[in-house]
């Protein structure tokens, strides 16, 4: 009886090896062909770098069959194989490239123009195999946590940077280019660009400091420094105008707002400093992970991801997600102030307003889609209320 247990237990381990670690790293064209950096920069070769645009999908590894949208949903999959036309990014040669970087998914080059402001190319598309323990980077896992992607809007930025001016709040203003390969680059940089559907966008820290776009702030600086900052000057940070942002989150459903993705414009008033919060890294804006079978049981249990519906449910959830930071500066902001902010941003998004912003959804994108996206924003609007009480509830009740 223990040989055979022995022999059954042997034969379960090697399928489980073969199914999770073999399988996924053999029949894996689709997968290669979309991540491997080989492949990304043969293409970057083929294409003219005089050429004025091109016209390409941000993605095709998130262009799945029925069976995988049944499981894993269609979030925002047909977004993704979209071929839209963009331009093909000039004028290296009036750059310096300072820093390559970028988070666990995310890969980004720093830069500086030729007047002294400092500029980011961001990837769009992701890869956050680096999150998964090394083990598991071999495995079907990776497959599965780069197939989440898909439910990101990868256009989100069209859209969110015309909510925002409604606001009045400052935005980095991102635009898709492609970048081809370029001899007046290093080849690190060619490497880690070219090839790649990017985000150019400004780079907010002391290279804007009196700029005009900005409204001449003397200093940018990020949470740290805004920390450092309190401790050599006299600050009034506009704690509504952040209140605003943060209700303006939860209606685009931008779940993931910590510490690290906010700057700070500090206006010299005389005696003291006016500081304003700027949103940035707006990765998570509008995204739709809820959908498909094994999605609707295993997101519930991340108590992370929230989506972007016309849902009640959903609009409340959001405001459970507190930060240090959001309990600092808000904690002793009245309800009715909470209350008020609601009310000012039901004032400000009319649906004429609205539907104006969603419009900047690039040409290529259907009718449909922008009317659905603009209903469900408008559907959200209903619950401001709802989102402003919850909020305030959850700070009353956070601890650090």
């Known amino acids: 009886m223990l040989k055979k247990i022995v022999k059954a237990s042997g034969y379960f381990i090697l399928i489980f090896v073969i199914l999770l670690f073999v399988i996924p790293n053999v029949f894996n064209e ?30 095709q590894f998130y262009n799945r069959g029925e069976l995988v949208r049944t499981l894993f949903g269609d979030h925002y ?58 083990v598991w980077q071999y495995s079907g896992v990776r497959t599965l946590v780069r197939d989440q992607t898909s439910a990101i809007n990868p256009f989100a930025t069209d859209v969110v940077g015309q909510l925002t001016k409604v606001i009045g709040v400052h935005y980095k203003e991102p635009v898709f280019v492609f970048v ?33 776009f900005l409204g001449a ?16 000057h006299t600050l009034r940070i506009d704690t509504l105008q952040f209140l605003k942002c943060r209700m303006f989150d939860f209606m685009i459903s931008d779940w993931d707002r910590h510490e690290g993705q906010w700057k700070w414009l500090a206006y010299n008033k005389g005696d ?15 995204c739709r992970y809820d959908d498909g079978l094994a999605n609707s049981v295993i997101i519930p249990l991340t108590k992370r991801c929230k989506s972007f519906r016309n849902s009640k449910e959903q609009a409340i959830k959001i405001t459970e997600k507190i930060s240090d930071l959001d309990y ?27 539907s104006a912003a969603f419009s900047h959804y690039r040409k290529e994108v259907s009718q449909e889609f922008v009317e659905e996206q603009t209903a469900t924003f408008m559907g959200r609007k209903k619950y401001l209320n709802d989102m402003a009480r919850s909020f305030y509830i959850h700070i009353q009740n956070y601890s650090e």
């Open 217 to 232: 702030p003397e200093y940018v600086w990020d949470t740290e420094d805004l920390i450092e900052g309190s401790a050599k």
């Open 180 to 212: 081809p390969m370029s001899d007046q680059v290093s080849d690190s940089v060619n490497y880690t660009m070219a090839g790649r559907v990017m985000m150019l966008e400004k780079e907010f820290d002391g290279s804007w400091e009196e700029n005009s």
């Open 272 to 286: 003291y400093y006016d500081v304003k919060a700027v949103p940035v890294d707006r990765d998570m804006a509008l």
């Open 30 to 59: 689709r997968e290669e062909a979309s991540f491997s950096d080989e492949k990304r920069l043969d293409f970057a070769r083929s294409v003219d770098p005089e050429q004025d645009s091109i016209s390409l999908p941000i993605s």
């Open 328 to 354: 600092q500066l808000l904690a002793d902001v009245e309800e009715k102030q909470y209350l008020q902010t609601a009310q000012e941003l039901d004032r400000l998004f009319t649906e004429e307003v609205v």
């Open 77 to 134: 999959r047909d977004l993704w194989s979209l071929p839209i036309t963009i331009p093909v990014f000039k004028g290296f040669d009036s750059l310096t490239f300072h820093h390559i970087g970028g988070g666990m998914q995310t890969t980004s080059v720093e830069f500086e123009t030729e007047s002294g402001e400092h500029y980011s190319f961001r990837s769009v598309d992701k890869n956050p195999k680096g999150v998964l323990p090394t």
